[in-house]
């Protein structure tokens, strides 16, 4: 049974992070070469300046509609001795400045695992989400409200090429050309 809740909670997580509202400009080729020009710099600058990731990066306050792991990095770089360091890497790879940055790598990376998770959603991935569903339904060990959020965040997981918005599915289609790309440069900065 527990092992069946992390899973569901797991899956929670990727998929409910993925749904987000926007009105930015579409991303671009170009948007997405600048972030993969910056990735190599800044992990070389997190090393040289012992500049670890935060423990809360992939949820803001427990809203997993808000993946935005650039953006939460921002208020701890800002505060570290390198920033000017690494603001100069932001602008040598292309962006007009670091929130520029932080918006297209947040993008980039929920478009980036809305790609890789939709590609695991296989008829036997569906079938434990829903046998996960009645497990937390039934549940001792949950309150009513969480219970409540669980469900819901489930289910709009089962549903979640209906529940993207039209920028999600455009940045989407833009990241997918780059997937090996950026999948060998993830690799490179592990």
């Not at 992990?43 to 040289?48: D, R, S, Y």
């Not at 569906?126 to 001792?140: G, H, T």
């Not at 209906?162 to 050309?177: F, H, L, Y």
């Amino acid at each position: 049974m527990k092992k069946g809740l992390l899973f569901s909670i797991a899956i929670i997580i990727f998929f409910g992070s993925l749904v987000s509202a926007r009105a930015d400009t579409p991303l671009n080729g170009k948007d997405i070469q600048h972030f993969m020009n910056a990735m190599k710099p800044l992990q070389e600058l997190g090393e040289k300046h012992d500049i670890g990731d935060s423990d809360d990066m992939s949820m803001e306050q427990g809203d997993m509609n808000r993946f935005s792991p650039m953006t939460n990095s921002l208020g701890k770089i800002r505060a570290h001795k390198a920033f000017d360091e690494f603001k100069s890497i932001i602008f040598d790879a292309g962006f007009s400045s670091v929130e520029q940055w932080a918006n297209v790598g947040d993008r980039i990376m929920r478009a980036y695992m809305s790609i890789k998770m939709t590609a695991e959603m296989t008829p036997e991935i569906i079938q434990k989400i829903q046998k996960s569903l009645a497990e937390i339904e039934k549940s001792d060990y949950l309150s009513p409200e969480v219970k409540k959020q669980l469900v819901t965040s489930m289910k709009r997981s089962l549903t979640l090429g209906k529940n993207m918005s039209s920028d999600d599915k455009a940045d989407i289609d833009t990241v997918k050309p780059y997937l090996a790309k950026l999948e060998r440069h993830f690799e490179e900065t592990e």
